[in-house]
């Protein structure tokens, strides 16, 4: 078996979490080969282990059995990116806060060993194809595990005003600070922080959750996985908004633009070496009621 490593420099410092997990993966038999999952800036001050050999990630993933990376929910949805594009299984270690993706926290890096000896099962998540029409032509369009969020950007003292379709029929328009349209999986981050409700992460449904909107009836829908929903500018705006797919770099949508996001064919395969359920989890991460 062979074992990609991704750890985060900036949360696993010196990569000793990583190193750990290397000895213990080799010691079972698996070879094990560590890439950083971005370029590091020339003035960073990192500290890498020395003499140890660092791999390219593209040409690496071509002949990985599965990618384990080191960090928050945020290394977690970047190393997907890469994987799914080899249908590589993902596994999380949670160097972060709260991590509900990871599976393994780092005192339970022994565990490991289940991955060479087969005892471990693949949990499939469903995904987003996420665009921006403008003028008839697509100018964006990314994957979302968790979710997609348009926002009034930066000010603060100016709202929104939306409306949101399901198959290009509006089901809500209200003004507010923006909209979260979610996965099972993204249930968890900022929609549930705007109200949202929690879905179970292998569900196939489209959860869509208003931000501080300025209304009694924008409440949260959840969606079947087959329906196509589109979020615009209400007509006669002159404002722009922001969209961001998976905490990533805001792109600026125009009055005029629609924002669609559909299923994906594409799905996130999770590795599960615990046997927690989705019930403990949430306990664990959000604490007992």
């Known amino acids: 078996m062979k074992v990609l490593l991704s750890p985060n420099p900036y949360r696993d410092r010196g990569l000793k979490t990583a190193m750990t997990a290397k000895r213990i993966l080799e010691d079972n038999g698996a070879q094990v080969v560590i890439c950083l999952p971005?370029?590091?800036e020339d003035s960073s001050r990192v500290h890498l282990p020395a003499h140890?050999?660092?791999?390219?990630m593209s040409a690496e993933l071509e002949d990985t059995d599965v990618l384990v990376c080191?960090?928050?929910?945020?290394?977690i949805l970047h190393a997907a990116r890469d994987a799914n594009a080899h249908q590589i299984p993902v596994l999380g270690i949670n160097l972060g806060s709260v991590g509900f993706m990871a599976e393994l926290e780092q005192h339970e890096l022994s565990m490991l060993s289940r991955l060479t000896a087969g005892k471990y099962?693949?949990?499939k998540r469903m995904m987003l194809d996420i665009s921006v029409r403008r003028d008839g032509r697509r100018v964006f369009s990314e994957t979302a595990l968790n979710d997609a969020v348009v926002t009034k950007g930066t000010s603060v003292a100016r709202v929104l005003d939306l409306q949101v379709t399901g198959d290009r029929t509006v089901i809500s328009s209200f003004s507010g600070d923006g909209v979260v349209i979610a996965t099972p999986t993204g249930s968890t981050a900022y929609s549930l922080a705007a109200g949202g409700p929690i879905v179970e992460p292998t569900a196939e449904n489209?959860?869509?959750t208003p931000i501080c909107a300025h209304s009694l009836h924008a409440k949260p829908f959840v969606l079947g996985s087959e329906r196509s929903v589109?979020?615009?500018?209400?007509p006669g705006s002159r404002k722009n908004a922001s969209l961001s797919v998976d905490g990533g770099r805001a792109f600026k949508v125009q009055p005029g633009d629609w924002v669609e996001?559909?299923?994906?064919r594409h799905v996130t395969r999770l590795v599960k070496l615990t046997g927690r359920t989705f019930y403990e989890v949430i306990n664990q991460k959000?604490?007992?009621?």
């Open 52 to 56: 140890q050999p660092f791999g390219q």
């Open 230 to 234: 589109g979020v615009r500018l209400a």
């Open 38 to 40: 971005f370029d590091l």
């Open 121 to 123: 099962t693949i949990e």
């Open 261 to 264: 996001c559909r299923r994906s």
């Open 286 to 289: 959000l604490g007992k009621a």
């Open 70 to 75: 080191f960090g928050g929910d945020g290394t």
């Open 206 to 208: 489209m959860i869509i």
